[in-house]
C-alpha cells in the first residue's frame, strides 16, 4: 500500500482527506488473513491454502485427502486430473449440502500453481475460497474521452449476487475458467455484463495485474486480476446480458476517487473494482506525488 500513502494530490478533491481514506480501506480490507493457513498441495506444488478448521473438514473425506499439521494433500491413489476432479466434485456437493459455500456455479476452475500451467484438475468455482485456490480474473476499466475530460463506468451488482451483492463494481469483471485465457474471459464477460461486441472488447488494453488476498467468511480469496482498459464510444450505453449487473453509472476521475474510498453505503465499491480502479487512476496521472 505504500504506493496510496505516497500520493499527496488529486486534481479538484482535497487529497488530504481522500486519499487516507482510499487508503484505510483498503489497508484494513487487504489485512494479512489471521488464521494458520496448512498449504494445498499438489505435485508438490502449492495451489491453495486452508485455515485449521476446514482442514480438518477435508480430513474427515479420508478417502479423497491425506490432512496433517502441515499440508493437505490428495490420498495417492488419486494421481490422475480426472480421478482428482471427480473426487473433488463429490466433496464440493457434500460441502454445498452442508451450507459451507457462499455459492454455486456450476463453472469449473483449474487448479494450478501458476497462470497458464497445466491443471492438476478442476474445481467449483464456489468452492474456490474455501479451499483458498490460486484463481485468476480479468477486468476492464471502461473509459471514455471526451473535451471535457475522460470519464469512468461503473455497474451496480444485483442484489442477488451470491458475493457483494449490490454493490458497484468495474464495468466488466469475471473469473478465468478452466480452459479459457484472459481475452476469452474479457470477451465473454464484455458482452454478458455490458452488451460490448467481440470487435470492441478485442480493442481492450492489457495493463499489468493487482493481486487481492484477504480472508473472507468463505474462505481465503488469492486471485490475480488481470487488469484492462477499453476505449467506449461517448454515445455507447451498457446493456447487461446476464442478469448480474442492474445500474450502470458515468463518473468523472475525481467522482471516481470518491467512490472507491467510500467504507460503507449504497454506493460501496468492491474492493477487487477499488483497486483497479485505483490502478486506473494512478496511471492516468489522477494522483500526483508531492
Not at 25 to 39: I, M, N
Not at 146 to 165: H, V
Not at 230 to 256: C, I, K, M, S, T
Request: neutral net charge; charged residues 25%; hydrophobic residues 50%.
Amino acid at each position: 500500500m505504500g504506493s496510496v500513502s505516497a500520493m499527496r494530490r488529486i486534481g479538484g478533491v482535497n487529497g488530504d482527506a481522500i486519499l487516507p481514506a482510499i487508503r484505510a480501506r483498503l489497508v484494513a480490507a487487504l489485512a494479512a488473513p489471521h488464521p494458520r493457513y496448512r498449504p494445498w498441495r499438489v505435485d508438490g506444488d502449492d495451489v491453495g491454502a486452508l485455515d485449521d478448521a476446514r482442514a480438518a473438514r477435508l480430513a474427515g473425506f479420508r478417502d479423497v485427502f491425506d490432512v496433517d499439521a502441515t499440508r493437505v494433500a490428495f490420498v495417492a491413489s488419486l494421481a490422475t486430473p480426472a480421478a482428482r476432479t471427480a473426487a473433488l466434485a463429490r466433496v464440493a456437493a457434500a460441502l454445498r449440502a452442508e451450507g459451507a459455500l457462499s455459492s454455486w456455479r456450476d463453472e469449473p476452475y483449474a487448479v494450478v500453481a501458476a497462470f497458464g500451467a497445466a491443471a492438476a484438475c478442476t474445481l467449483e468455482r464456489g468452492a474456490a475460497r474455501y479451499f483458498g485456490l490460486r484463481t485468476f480474473a480479468a477486468h476492464v476499466n471502461g473509459y471514455v474521452e471526451s473535451p471535457a475530460g475522460t470519464r469512468l463506468w461503473f455497474a451496480r451488482r444485483s442484489a442477488t449476487k451470491a458475493i457483494d451483492p449490490g454493490m458497484l463494481d468495474n464495468l466488466v469483471g469475471g473469473g478465468v475458467r478452466a480452459g479459457d485465457g484472459v481475452a476469452d474471459t474479457v470477451a465473454r464477460e464484455a458482452w454478458e455484463e455490458a452488451g460490448i461486441p467481440a470487435k470492441m472488447a478485442g480493442t481492450a488494453r492489457a495493463a499489468g495485474t493487482v493481486h487481492v488476498r484477504r480472508a473472507l467468511a468463505d474462505g481465503l480469496q488469492d486471485e490475480t486480476i488481470f487488469v484492462h482498459d477499453l476505449a467506449l464510444p461517448a454515445d455507447f450505453a451498457p446493456a447487461n446480458q446476464d442478469g448480474e449487473a442492474v445500474e450502470h453509472r458515468l463518473v468523472d476521475l475525481v467522482d471516481a476517487a470518491r467512490l472507491i474510498a467510500v467504507r460503507d453505503g449504497a454506493d460501496t465499491v468492491t474492493i477487487d473494482a477499488s483497486l483497479v480502479v485505483l490502478d486506473f487512476l494512478t496511471r492516468r496521472g489522477v494522483f500526483s506525488a508531492p
